[in-house]
């Protein structure tokens, strides 16, 4: 068994044992709160040995997660057969495939809303976490009967599904470095009518503990682990990303000249993927100085910010880089660690901090309509590719929200610019601003019929402008002086051509 002494105080050491010994604590229709936000800072000993023993039984349980994870769970589960229920938010394609086949029930929440959620009794089967398996790298001693888990590279919701939970699992991952520690920053909020205001004013306020207490008596296992995270490479920075980031920086310049952001700007969130690393990438070659974020996920562009100077303090709930990254975070730990801030998802992606500091928000988008709703989640409208994630948290409650999609996709069978979007995430009330590589749609305060011209011209691609432009003044003939005019009977041809002859293209 992997030795784990030094990284384990004396109180827990009788607690010691293999996953498979572990798995005996989990009964069939447990609800599972686990560890992780991206495929960081997730159990992956327990999952593995859970799905090698029950394979092809007719054992189930529920898994509730911080965000995606990785394939220890969210492919190892799935394809034993053994994940009933699924919340909330996913990246893996064996597990996206079993949802869209009704194989595993998954339901979409806000990621600010899961834990509260748990808490307040709202789940499926209407009760709390019966098992809480969190990765740490290493346990302290706090004395009173309780102990500290210092989390790895993610906080999701396991501050919370650890308080509440009835049973704790406790991996020891050796392949975490025990400088992690420090990092983080764990703080639960009182639930109704108790709840105070969560006391952040800026992106490097501390409001918690750097560990997540917990009572011993809790701990049935403590399971020694040297699974590393499945951190994905980012893709290459790609033409149209660029001018993406270009385009950005471009108007953050002129919303700086005329007196609606400082000359460091304000908070950054910037959503997950390589579209969203390569827009941040572009604040490194920009000016701006003196940075600060404030979000979910922290990848190689903000370290790059680090680098170049550029950065004061990265806030967020994991940490997500590259491959590469992740090596070079690891051989620099004591440089990077002040610079970064872990913290429970419901307080990295609260609405009401967002709100306070005016974080300035930027996510990514399946497609975009010609009025400026936006859908983040579903292809054609019918099938799910990862879940709204924490976009909604901030979309609402920014200081300014900004929205990127490249103009074509498919290599230009699909346009992501259509007439009236297949599923909307993200109501055109909630968008201020979309980017994509050929330009900026300002969109505030506009009424919806000045949004459609804005949005067709600077956004959609010339290939399919004329079919949007004949659709809107088409639209606007029929409908007369209606504040939305749309073709119902014409609405979703696009999508209808798309799924019949694999174009949006006539």
């Known amino acids: 068994m992997i030795d784990i002494k030094d990284r384990i105080c004396d109180a827990v050491a009788g607690k010691v044992m293999s996953a498979e010994a572990a798995t005996d604590f989990i009964h069939n229709g447990d609800n599972l709160g686990v560890s992780g936000f991206t495929p960081s800072g997730y159990p992956k000993a327990v999952p593995l040995a859970l799905s090698e023993r029950y394979k092809g039984t007719d054992f189930k349980v529920n898994v509730w997660t911080g965000a995606s994870v990785g394939p220890e769970i969210d492919q190892a589960m799935v394809e034993a057969g053994i994940m009933d229920r699924r919340l909330p938010y996913q990246t893996n394609g064996t597990l996206r495939k079993a949802i869209n086949e009704g194989k595993v029930k998954y339901a979409d929440i806000h990621l600010s809303h899961m834990a509260q959620m748990v808490r307040y009794g709202f789940m499926a089967n209407r009760k709390g976490v019966d098992v809480a398996i969190v990765e740490v790298c290493k346990i302290n001693d706090l004395g009173d009967g309780k102990v500290g888990l210092i989390p790895t590279t993610s906080m999701g919701n396991s501050s919370s599904y650890v308080a509440g939970a009835k049973k704790v699992i406790v991996e020891v991952n050796t392949s975490q470095p025990v400088g992690l520690e420090g990092m983080h920053d764990s703080y639960v909020p009182l639930d109704p ?21 917990c009572e011993l008596d809790k701990i049935v296992a403590v399971v020694p682990c040297d699974i590393t995270d499945k951190v994905r490479p980012l893709g290459e920075i790609d033409e149209d990303a660029k001018h993406m980031g270009e385009n950005l920086v471009a108007f953050f310049k002129k919303e700086v000249a005329e007196g609606r952001l400082p000359k460091n700007l304000l908070p950054l969130q910037s959503g997950v993927g390589s579209v969203a690393n390569a827009v941040i990438n572009g604040l490194v070659n920009s000016d701006f100085e003196d940075l600060t974020v404030y979000t979910e996920v922290i990848q190689d562009g903000m370290f790059d910010l680090i680098d170049a100077g550029k950065l004061r303090v990265a806030s967020g709930t994991a940490l997500t880089p590259s491959p590469e990254c992740q090596k070079k975070f690891y051989e620099n730990l004591d440089h990077y660690k002040p610079y970064l801030i872990l913290r429970p998802q419901e307080i990295s992606n609260s609405p009401e901090v967002a709100r306070r500091i005016g974080v300035i928000a930027m996510n990514t988008a399946i497609e975009v309509d010609i009025y400026g709703n936006v859908n983040s989640t579903h292809i054609c409208g019918t099938k799910l590719m990862n879940g709204v994630g924490g976009s909604g948290d901030f979309a609402r409650n920014g200081y300014l929200t900004v929205f990127f999609a490249n103009s074509l996709a498919k290599g230009g069978k699909i346009s992501s610019v259509v007439p009236f979007c297949s599923h909307i995430d993200h109501a055109t009330l909630d968008v201020d601003v979309i980017v994509s590589e050929r330009g900026v749609a300002d969109l505030r305060g506009l009424t919806p019929k000045e949004k459609a011209p804005i949005i067709i011209d600077q956004i959609a691609n010339p290939k399919y402008q004329p079919m949007l432009l004949d659709y809107f003044h088409r639209a606007c003939e029929a409908c007369g002086n209606s504040q ?7 609405a979703f041809d696009f999508h209808n051509r798309f799924n019949k002859t694999g174009t949006m293209e006539k």
């Not at 992106?203 to 750097?210: A, K, L, M, S, W």
């Not at 939305?484 to 014409?490: A, Q």
């Open 484 to 490: 939305t005019p749309h073709l119902l009977e014409e």
């Open 193 to 213: 009518p108790y709840r105070k205001p969560i006391p952040i004013e800026r992106p490097e306020d501390r409001i918690g503990t750097p560990y997540i207490p």
